[in-house]
């Protein structure tokens, strides 16, 4: 079910410049080390407050919003590892839970690809509105690298950080808000070692944000057919090469699409069902989600995730869904009264979820 979370603080454009991301405590101090890793600036936060002793470690992957960079994610790495060492300083002394809170935590932030010391062009991360043309295409290929970017780091930060391989990184996890939200979704269907993932205000469905936007913005693209919206795909807005690569990537297109799934055919037949459930398994058994969203969002609607939320958790509901055997967890929470926000009870929740995760290593 969808849990809906009031009250809660005015809405916070994306576009808006710095962090307002808070608990409603300042955070933490907390360590950050920098590297460059295949030519990607990489901040690194939590390594001096790695206990000694410290064999295993979980990575906390975060990914900020549109027009953002990777600095207004700190407050978020702080907050996080600072809860997580204060559960091991107050945790039981029974055997079983040492182990499991001998577990070290780390957290990473880069700047997404044209975001921050990687811009290029910066129309091309702004929307339609404000002149770009080839919005659909520059934010999907811009988040679909930063996916990529992530697994290629997955495999070198290591040897960056832990040379001697005195310390393993065992857990990966993955946090984004915003357009950060939308890497994190890609990033927990495609990318394995991501066990489990905090989306913020992100989506899963693509195609439906975009068609959703174009209707806001009045897209001639849009408004201009009968019944509207009915060509916007395959329009110069939304090109049919691009319909191509979303449907190869897309989590709502790769699982719900090709099936002829829809919100209106939920659940999906017997027949069906069989043929999605290897899709499932290959990439999200095992894997834990939670949901963030803001009731009042104009830039990411939660309308345009919910039907994709809905064939999720019908399937991976513990008691009937039909498939409940994979131990894939979605927890999916709708803020009243917020925005494109990432507001205060989103980041305590979040908080909480890292460590509820980690503790379950």
Known sequence: MTTSIHPSPPSLSENQGGSSFSTGAPPPPVSQTAYTIAGISVLVYGLQELEPGIQEVTCLWLFHGRTRSRECMQPVAAYCIHDWNSRKKTQDANAAASRKLKRGLIAVSFD????????????????????????????????????????????????????????????????????????????????????????????????????????????????????????????????????????????ARLLMRPNGIDDELLPPSPAVQKEIIPLLERRLQNKSALVLSGAVDQDVPYATSEPFLKFLKQATNKENGWWKDGNCEVRDFVFEGVGHNFSKEMVRMSVDFVSEVIGKA
């Not at 910066?122 to 520059?138: F, I, R, T, V, Y």
């Not at 060509?231 to 049919?240: I, N, Q």
């Open 112 to 251: 997404q690809r044209n975001h921050g010391g990687r811009i290029v062009d910066p129309l091309a991360n702004e929307a339609w509105m404000q002149g770009n043309k080839s919005h659909a295409q520059d934010m999907f290929s811009i988040y679909h690298g930063t996916t990529i970017d992530t697994s290629l780091l997955l495999d070198h930060l290591p040897t960056y950080i832990f040379p001697n391989d005195d310390i393993a990184i065992t857990q990966d996890l993955a946090l984004g808000v915003s357009l950060g939200g939308h890497v994190t979704w890609l990033l927990l269907m495609h990318e394995p070692r991501i066990s489990a993932a905090v989306v913020v205000i992100g989506c899963p469905d693509y195609i439906r944000l975009m068609t959703d936007r174009a209707r806001r913005s009045k897209r001639p693209s849009y408004t201009n057919h009968t019944p509207p919206g009915s060509e916007f795909l395959g329009s110069d807005d939304f090109p049919k090469s691009l319909i191509k690569v979303v449907e190869k990537w897309d989590s």
